[in-house]
């Protein structure tokens, strides 16, 4: 089946540390997104990436940051230097004019 | 800026119809209107969308104003599991950047 893995599920993590959030693909697409929700809010853009080797800020990408070395894979690293790290934090991939597919959240918890 | 602008909150009652209203009036000719919804803890997943024409599939219909500034997604019958975050987005599609609004909350009643 193909789709969007995000892992793990749930992530907790000391403040100070940096920490990777895996979003991989297998649908062929071209771009990925990675999204941050806040509770009762909407999704914000941290980073996207429309091909392999290149990607672009999103509204909030201070304290992000992304790689996009295959085309599957685009993963998420959050820095110490992100003020306020807890979120649920979303990846989506799309191509062309088709419909965006997202996984199911990463939700990370820093103490 | 979501650029489109939706009510926080609606409510329904199970196996009636449902009509989600959302206003996009500065919308340009070459955007599409979107439709996502989000269940509680899990990523959003594509209901529909359109351009000019109203639109069907399995899951909802989508019934675009004449002059594109607004649109209403369509449940035919609300289940339970239709519960959801709906949100309504212009743009383009697949490789743009689309920017997600707080959408609407849809509680259905039993």
């Known amino acids: 089946d193909g789709g969007i893995t995000q892992s793990p599920k749930y992530l907790f993590r000391k403040e100070g540390q940096n920490v990777t959030l895996s979003c991989e693909q297998n649908?062929?697409?071209?771009?990925m997104y990675w999204y941050r929700q806040d509770p009762g809010q909407g999704l914000r853009l941290i980073y996207y990436s429309q091909i392999v080797n290149d990607f672009q800020k999103g509204d909030i990408a201070e304290g992000y940051s992304v790689s996009r070395e295959k085309k599957e894979s685009f993963p998420l690293t959050v820095t110490s230097a992100q003020k306020n790290p807890t979120a649920f934090y979303l990846c989506?991939?799309?191509?062309?004019?088709?419909?965006?597919?997202f996984g199911n959240g990463t939700r990370l918890t820093v103490t | 800026d979501a650029k489109t602008t939706q009510p926080n909150s609606m409510e329904s009652n199970e196996e009636e119809p449902v009509h989600l209203p959302c206003n996009h009036s500065?919308?340009?000719?070459?955007?599409?209107i979107h439709w996502y919804r989000q269940l509680p803890s899990q990523g959003p997943e594509y209901v529909i969308h359109g351009l000019t024409s109203n639109v069907n599939n399995r899951m909802a219909s989508l019934a675009i104003a004449e002059d594109r500034k607004s649109s209403t997604l369509i449940l035919h019958r609300a289940t339970l599991r239709d519960a959801a975050v709906y949100y309504c987005?212009?743009?383009?599609?697949?490789?743009?950047?689309?920017?997600f609004g707080k959408g609407t909350k849809l509680t259905v009643n039993p």
């Open positions: 649908l062929n697409h071209d771009a």
């Open positions: 989506a991939s799309g191509h062309n004019y088709s419909p965006l597919h």
């Open positions: 500065t919308i340009s000719g070459t955007d599409y």
């Open positions: 987005i212009r743009g383009q599609g697949g490789s743009e950047k689309l920017v």
